[in-house]
């Protein structure tokens, strides 16, 4: 590793972020499944997974002549109680990545000030910061920049973090030393694939979209299917099951960064009081989150299933 490398890796870490390390841009690995998976139509009503696979599946797309690639992590961890462990039926489920602030805005001004220092260490490089909204296929380039291995769960895991990580990536035109790639640990551990209350694992690291609560909540348009709103219980944004029962998750380091910690609001709130929401309200509630792609119409149509969920629980049975 040269100077340069140490001093970015070092000026990441300044900056905030918990993991960084370099990829040698080029093809993405994982077109294949990539292409496979949506032929399959896995990706549900996210037609823009298809119209951007190409794009997706070359960096050079998005930055031309881009020659590596920095992937950054920031844990959102927490050490508050998981999802199963809500004993009340009468609140609603708020994944835990919306908890604190939008990640996006966060983690894009500190890569924009990362990318401006690289260029200016470099005499002038070209770059982009990618915070989920610019098609990349994050998590191979975080897995191929030696964060971490894909686990079964298709998440970013690492050893110390665990899985819950925001993921971002600064996309340079600078011959950078790439690291090496981590191994797999996920050994003989299926508990995410068990866990999963739709079983939208169908084998591991094959994610079927069409079955997930996460993007059943925040992504699918229209109508949920009946056979699997029962197992949507009261999560209304998002799903944590399948990283919460992961045991590198369970034991990963946690609460690392106050702005990721829970607002009162939106952990665990009552689900009338979602239910009383203005749309105007709607939007006050989930300001300065992660929520922005969940529609007013969307969270309505979500919240119409918990309380369905909660008025079939028995403790509504015996009331």
Not at 108 to 129: D, Y
Not at 260 to 271: E, H, N
Not at 278 to 289: P, V
Request: glycine residues 6%.
């Amino acid at each position: 590793m040269t100077s340069l490398e140490a001093s970015i890796k070092q000026r990441a870490l300044a900056e905030g972020f918990d993991l960084v390390g370099i990829a040698a841009s080029g093809a993405a690995q994982t077109s294949s499944h990539l292409e496979q998976w949506l032929k399959l139509g896995m990706h549900g009503t996210m037609s823009f997974m298809s119209t951007t696979a190409p794009v997706r599946t070359d960096p050079s797309l998005v930055l031309a002549d881009c020659r590596s690639i920095i992937a950054v992590a920031m844990s959102y961890h927490t050490s508050q109680p998981s999802s199963s462990d809500s004993a009340d039926p009468q609140t609603a489920w708020i994944s835990r990545y919306a908890w604190g602030r939008d990640y996006h805005k966060l983690m894009k001004k500190k890569l924009i000030r990362l990318g401006r220092w690289l260029s200016e260490a470099t005499n002038g490089c070209a770059w982009r910061a990618c915070v989920d909204t610019v098609p990349v296929l994050e998590r191979e380039w975080a897995h191929r920049a030696g964060l971490g291995w894909i686990g079964k769960n298709t998440m970013l895991l690492n050893r110390k973090l665990g899985s819950e990580l925001f993921l971002a990536l600064l996309l340079v035109d600078e011959e950078l030393e790439p690291d090496s790639v981590k191994p797999d640990h996920c050994g003989r551990c299926t508990a995410c694939i068990e866990a999963c209350p739709t079983s939208a694992l169908i084998a591991p690291r094959v994610l079927d979209a069409r079955r997930c609560i996460a993007y059943l909540s925040i992504e699918h348009k229209g109508e949920i299917s009946e056979d699997l709103r029962p197992m949507m219980g009261n999560m209304v944004a998002g799903c944590d099951i399948c990283q919460e029962v992961c045991p590198w998750t369970r034991r990963a380091h946690a609460d690392l960064h106050p702005e990721f910690a829970p607002t009162k609001s939106r952990f665990r709130p009552q689900l009338d009081l979602l239910e009383s929401q203005s749309e105007e309200e709607y939007r006050t509630w989930r300001a300065g989150s992660a929520l922005n792609r969940i529609s007013f119409a969307r969270f309505r149509r979500n919240l119409s299933i918990a309380r369905q969920n909660q008025n079939s629980t028995p403790e509504a049975a015996k009331s």
